[in-house]
């Protein structure tokens, strides 16, 4: 291994060997496996070439076919999507005769699949060069390796170098994955840079019509119960396209306090159904499923805290302090929630832009969320 490789290793290193991940080194591929890459696709024919393009040119190693979903779209999508199937012989397309939703047409498109390995990409993402490939490779030297990722970059108009990676990956074990996102409480994968075992996706189901904020969570927490996880240590899988269309901006009010009020019920109600129902509720995943419910109160009575400590007047305090309340009864005898209490008892601070008593808080929460995101990005977690 070269300097610079262990370099960028060393804190993906750390971290996993302290969590219960094993950083590996990626093996060539000694066979060309079958992937197949799911587009679903509603209004976004202005996108749809270049993403298909992303899918197929650039990712050596692998056979690529690609199932466009035009979900009744309004727009020029559905010629679109035809026009590439005429002109590309590993492209197939299908069209619902009514506007069925986002989650539907995902099923759709997902019980099509019939490669080794299927991913999900929104017609308006794209993958990186090399993504496949490199995924690939996890799957055919880990068999017990059901679900691998990397990061996915964000973009608006312009795209930017994505990092291919040095070839290091972490494998985690699906019941240390699952225990650090209930510690954690935070979705970790955006959702196209992604790669599932066909085999895996008939095993567990597909993605859940009463969820249609977490579904993506709810499914990789489901897939966790029953295989572990490849992370690709420094490489970008995807760019993920922001813009005003967005459904998590146009749907779920995106970036706003109620926004995020709905990811956190939506977040609870994704722990529920993967690790409290059927199958999968095991001792373990009930213990598992009490710790997600103790993160989720504390994450609603951080976000009350901190907007007492800010001021923030339109923010909807009783409807945290009920989520927090249902998720764990008792969180009024928690630090946290008596730290709330006391703040309440105080009030806030008129015309400042911190309360001053709880500036060393809010500066430990901002803190705790840098060294969250220095995580996620260094080993996946």
């Not at 240590?233 to 926004?259: E, V």
């Not at 009350?304 to 909807?316: E, H």
């Not at 946290?336 to 500036?359: E, N, S, V």
Request: glycine content about 10%; overall charge positive.
């Amino acid at each position: 291994m070269g300097f610079r490789d262990r370099v960028s290793t060393v804190l993906p290193t750390l971290i996993a060997s302290g969590m219960g991940g094993a950083v590996r080194r990626l093996v060539p591929l000694k066979r060309r496996p079958r992937v197949t890459v799911v587009i679903p696709c509603y209004n976004y024919g202005r996108y749809l070439g270049p993403c298909v393009a992303s899918a197929l040119d650039g990712q050596d190693g692998v056979d690529v076919d690609v199932i466009i979903i035009d979900d009744k779209s309004t727009d020029d999508s559905l010629a679109t999507a035809r026009e590439i199937a005429d002109e590309r012989n590993n492209v197939r397309v299908y069209a619902h005769p009514y506007n069925l939703g986002g989650i539907a047409t995902y099923n759709d498109g997902l019980t099509l699949a019939d490669g080794d390995y299927v991913v999900l990409l929104s017609a308006d993402d794209l993958l990186t060069p090399g993504s496949l490939s490199r995924a690939a490779m996890v799957m055919e030297m880990a068999p017990n390796v059901g679900l691998v990722y990397g990061t996915s970059r964000v973009f608006h108009d312009q795209l930017p170098l994505s990092r291919p990676g040095h070839g290091h990956w972490i494998h985690w074990p699906g019941r240390d994955w699952l225990r650090i996102r209930c510690q954690s409480g935070y979705n970790v994968v955006a959702s196209p840079e992604v790669m599932m075992r066909t085999k895996l996706l008939r095993k567990i189901g597909l993605y859940r019509a009463d969820l249609p904020h977490a579904g993506d969570f709810e499914m990789w927490l489901r897939a966790a119960t029953v295989t572990d996880v490849g992370f690709l240590i420094g490489a970008d899988q995807a760019f993920y396209r922001q813009h005003d269309t967005n459904m998590h901006k146009t749907t779920f009010q995106g970036g706003t306090h109620q926004g995020v009020l709905v990811d956190l019920k939506q977040r609870w109600l994704a722990f529920e159904a993967a690790l409290g129902t059927g199958e999968h509720a095991s001792v373990l995943h009930s213990q598992l499923l009490t710790t997600a419910r103790a993160t989720i109160a504390r994450h609603a009575i951080q976000y009350s805290s901190y907007a007492y400590a800010r001021g923030s007047l339109d923010f909807p305090f009783p409807a945290y302090e009920e989520l927090a309340l249902r998720a764990r009864p008792d969180i009024g005898k928690t630090y946290g929630g008596r730290g709330l209490a006391w703040r309440k008892r105080l009030g806030m601070a008129r015309g400042l832009p911190l309360h001053p008593l709880w500036a060393p808080s809010a500066l430990a929460l901002r803190i705790t969320e840098v060294l969250r995101r220095v995580r996620r990005f260094g080993a996946g977690v």
